[in-house]
């Protein structure tokens, strides 16, 4: 476990996954909810951005620290009955078709031992040693002439103490952001040129005087430091995350860039994607290709988020005086300019999907739909607020872990406000009887309908239509466990829903669990 907080916010799509396991609020117990980023460029103030804008139900991030995020899962593992063996190194990987043989090593000298496991999940670092055992290894990209030095430490200065809001500064040759840590300490960081910058870790008076510098601000005092640090810049990600029965997640299978605050919160959506496919599989509820399309997801994502933050740095610590000029005016000129270079659903990780998923299959698209839009599969199934039994409440809980046991999918049959949509969605409900993992929702702007055991959840002002483009077309969307629609289909094309769980759940052909 680390001793100091390296990363330190969780944003809100990770919290929704998080919530859906039953972590969530935990977590939030021992964190700052932030509402607000401020931005600066060149000392010009620009308009703050409302970070808690967005159509989730955990719309604050969510600032602590990484080693208090990871004492609190541990703590929650644990309590659940769950063991966690540190000390232990991974010195040999046998894969054969029934499982997994694991050598093991206590400490550099300690006896070996061996594990047998049906799959493996390699969640073990940057400098992970199951990745180069298994062939997936990556040689990272570096950045030159750039470092990033930083202070965890309690703060003093003229702007708010209150730990709801961040603070970045764009300024020459470099980037600097001043943010919440539990326990009231502040992390300040600066990412910049490092011409004529020791290369070892600063001293809090060095750091002192920068920040002074830098915020404009010459009161600013930081005082009781509990870690001072510098870094140099590298990045690069696994050419694959499975490799027969392993699998990468976290830090195992990419090196993540210190911008935007993406690396541990992607590392979240790995635990949490390959955590849905195993139970399936385990309780043989999963076909092959539940496994398969966690490669092809969090792989390509990973990929994406690389390409996206190798960009992000380059356009914040590489700008030059000609480009720093540019911002300089910029900020003058359109007060807005902070939300173009840190937008906010993309640094929430609202729009992360998987448009080229194996699990996608799309009914409501094509010639026979040209103007269907709406949430198509891979992507996010929209939030929205509907009643049960004339109380408000939202699509959220009805979505995400619908069966208690976080294998669950949810199957949303809207009406599209039609009164003939009774037939076709209680056919459709019949249809998925056989797999007690979907679980069926009536999504209702129409007339009433009762079916047992089934939730009527009404949408008489036609928000959840409205978000899922669907007012006057009856439809069927299947969500998946981490809440990413899988299917969607015309109400009355129960039979294309049937074969779609047939070729998903079917687990006759999967590997042996």
Not at 322 to 343: C, H, R, W
Not at 344 to 373: F, I, W
Not at 501 to 506: G, K, L
């Amino acid at each position: 476990m680390q001793a100091y907080s390296r990363a330190n916010n969780l944003w809100a799509r990770p919290q929704e996954l998080l919530a859906c396991i039953g972590l969530r609020d935990a977590l939030a117990e021992r964190a700052y909810a932030i509402r607000l980023v401020n931005f600066f460029i060149n000392g010009t103030p620009t308009t703050p951005i409302q970070i808690d804008d967005v159509a989730s139900p955990f719309p604050q991030v969510l600032y602590s620290g990484q080693d208090v995020i990871e004492q609190t899962l541990v703590e929650t593992f644990e309590a659940r009955g769950g063991r966690l063996a540190r000390g232990r190194k991974i010195v040999g990987i046998v894969q054969d078709n029934d499982g997994v043989t694991v050598s093991l090593r206590l400490g550099d000298d300690g006896p070996e031992h061996r594990l047998r496991c049906r799959y493996l999940v390699a969640a073990d670092g940057a400098k992970s040693t199951v990745r180069p055992q298994v062939d997936l290894n990556f040689e990272p990209e570096r950045f030159e002439g750039r470092m990033n030095r930083q202070v965890d430490a309690k703060l003093s200065w003229r702007r708010s103490m209150d730990p709801d809001q961040l603070w970045f500064f764009y300024y020459e040759r470099g980037f600097c952001g001043v943010l919440p840590v539990w326990g009231g300490y502040h992390r300040l960081f600066f990412l910049a040129d490092d011409a004529g910058v020791p290369d070892r870790d600063p001293t809090l008076d060095e750091i002192q005087a920068v920040a002074r510098e830098v915020t404009g601000d010459e009161t600013l005092t930081l005082s009781d430091p509990q870690w001072l640090t510098h870094s140099r810049f590298q990045y690069g990600v696994s050419p694959g995350y499975t490799r027969g029965r392993v699998f990468l997640a976290g830090d195992a299978g990419h090196l993540s860039l210190p911008i935007g605050g993406q690396g541990m919160n992607a590392g979240l959506h790995d635990g949490v994607e390959i955590a849905w496919r195993l139970a399936m599989t385990l309780r043989g509820e999963a076909a092959p290709v539940v496994l398969t399309s966690y490669d092809d997801e969090r792989g390509g994502e990973h990929a994406r988020l690389s390409a996206q933050q190798a960009k992000g740095f380059r356009r914040t610590v590489y700008r030059g005086s000609v480009t720093d000029a540019a911002l300089g005016l910029a900020a003058k000129a359109m007060p807005s300019i902070g939300s173009l270079l840190q937008g906010t659903d993309d640094l929430q990780q609202m729009s992360v999907s998987y448009p080229k998923s194996p699990l996608n299959e799309d009914h409501l698209s094509g010639l026979a739909h040209p103007l269907q839009r709406g949430p198509r599969p891979g992507e996010r199934a929209p939030e929205a607020e509907v009643t049960l039994a004339g109380t408000t409440t939202s699509l959220f809980p009805f979505l995400y872990n619908p069966d208690g046991r976080t294998t669950g999918w949810a199957l949303l049959c809207f009406d599209g406000r039609s009164s003939d949509a009774g037939d076709s969605l209680r056919a459709a409900i019949e249809a998925v009887a056989p797999w007690s993992n979907v679980r069926p929702r009536l999504v209702l702007a129409g007339p009433y309908l009762d079916v047992k055991d089934v939730p009527a959840l009404s949408d008489l002002d036609g928000k959840a239509h409205g978000a899922y483009d669907l007012e006057g077309k009856p439809a069927l969307v299947l969500v998946r466990p981490d809440g990413h629609v899988a299917f969607r289909a015309p109400a009355d094309r129960h039979d294309r829903l049937a074969a779609y769980c047939q070729r998903v759940f079917d687990a006759h052909a999967a590997f042996s669990a």
